[in-house]
Every structure is written in C-alpha cells, then in structure tokens.
C-alpha cells in the first residue's frame, strides 16, 4: 500500500518528466557506456529469458493474488521487463542491417502497452454514482469513498430488464439523461461521454422490481487508454506480418 500512495502522486505532468529522464539516462548508457556489466546484461539472452519469465510471474500474480499490481514485487518486474525492452529497442535502431519493421512494431507496441498502464496508473480515476430517476445528480465517489462532484449531471430516464425462468435477471440496460444528452448504457458497452472518459452500467435497484427508482454506473476517466491501445494495435500488427512472412534467424 506504500508504493501505492507513491505511485499516486506521479500525476501529469511528473509522470511525463520522470518517464523522459528515464529513457534519456538509459538511452546514455547504451550510447556511452555499451560496455558496462549493466548494459550488457539488459542486452543479453539471459535479461530477454528472465523478462518472459517475469511476464508470465507477473501475470500469474495479477491473476491470483489480490493487489499484487499495486506491490512493490509487482512495480520491480514491470521495471525490469520495461529497461530490457528499452535497450533491445536501442540496439534494433542501430542494427547494421537497417530497422526491421515487425521487430520494432513487436517490440515497441510492448512497450507503450506496458509504458502506458505502469505510468498513466496515476491519472486513471474511477467514480461511482447512483443516478436516481426522479431528480438529477452530479454527486460521486471515488474508490476509497471519498464524495466528488461532476461537472455534468446525470438522472436516470428508462430502465429496462430481462429474466430468466428462475427470475435472476440475465440482462438489463438503462437510458441516462447526461445533462441534455440522452445515452443508452448496457452491460459492457461503455458509453464514451468523452474522449478519455466512459460510462459503464454496474448495477441497479434490484429491490424495485418493475419500478427501478435508481441505476448505479461507474464512470472511468483513462487518459493513457489509447496509447495503450496504439501498442496493442502495433503488436498485432508485428505478429500477422510475422504470420505471413514467417520466422527469420536472428530476428532478435
């Protein structure tokens, strides 16, 4: 939880300066001191097999220990996974060869991806509001309780369920009046109010019966989503080019 309140305080735009001082000091060591221990180390097999093993401990982690992306284990592997990218990505730009595409839109697109959860992680918020049917609200709160308000108010128009034959209900949506705005929210499909902010529909008055007097919807404001998504979308694009012209020797 310590390195959680840290993590916390690296907001724009001091995420955006460390993360350049970062890149320009290990963009130094691979330039003028390729022959240290450390820089030859990050640029060996050994450093590339212990990232895919600390990929796979990572993900295992996040998968079956509650908070472990929030642990200092958790930050140490992402940090070593991300350093040995960053030289590997040094030394594919000055191959001799010329700049392989797909190892760079593989490699690259790993690291945005990566890159943008580990350091947008401190500006992402996520809200919870309960919006009632019969009067507007802009009142929410944050994942630790705390009461926000919203620029924009939200008051629930039409809500609409279905059931199935043991009466648990198997699918609902609700129509949201957001200010003048009229959106439909349904079960995991956001509704994009902004261009980094989405809507989701989380629950709803069950107790009302065919008179739901109230919804509730959690509202994700994630600035670094789309790069995030660009290194998806690189990565993608690295495996079909590799699908379709197959593996070469050395690619590494």
């Not at 369920?161 to 209900?169: K, M, R």
């Not at 200010?179 to 261009?195: C, F, G, M, V, W």
């Not at 670094?224 to 379709?244: Q, V």
């Amino acid at each position: 939880m310590a390195m959680l309140s840290i993590i916390d305080y690296l907001k724009f735009p001091a995420n955006i300066l460390i993360a350049a001082v970062w890149v320009a000091v290990l963009l130094f060591l691979y330039c003028k001191k390729r022959e240290s221990r450390v820089v030859r180390f990050m640029l060996s097999k050994r450093a590339t097999i212990g990232s895919i093993v600390a990929i796979i401990v990572g993900a295992l982690g996040v998968a079956f220990i509650p908070n472990f992306s929030s642990s200092l284990i958790f930050i140490l592997i992402l940090l070593f996974v991300l350093n040995n990218l960053l030289f590997v990505i040094f030394r594919g730009c000055r191959d001799k060869r010329g700049i392989r595409l797909r190892f760079m839109l593989n490699h690259i697109g790993l690291w945005l991806a990566l890159f943008a959860g580990f350091i947008g992680a401190a500006d992402t918020k996520e809200l919870n509001v309960r919006v009632f049917r019969d009067a507007p609200t802009n009142e929410a709160f944050d994942k630790n309780g705390e009461r926000t308000f919203l620029d924009y108010k939200l008051m629930l128009h039409s809500f609409n369920a279905e059931y199935s034959t043991n009466g648990i209900p198997s699918n609902y949506e609700a129509r949201v009046i957001i200010d003048k705005e009229t959106a439909l929210l349904k079960i995991n499909q956001p509704h994009s109010h902004r261009l980094f902010e989405d809507i989701y529909l989380t629950d709803y008055d069950i107790a009302g019966g065919n008179n739901v007097q109230y919804c509730t919807v959690k509202i994700i404001y994630s600035p670094w989503k789309y790069p995030m998504l660009m290194g998806i979308i690189m990565m993608l694009c690295g495996a079909a080019m590799l699908f379709i012209q197959g593996p070469k020797r050395a690619e590494l």
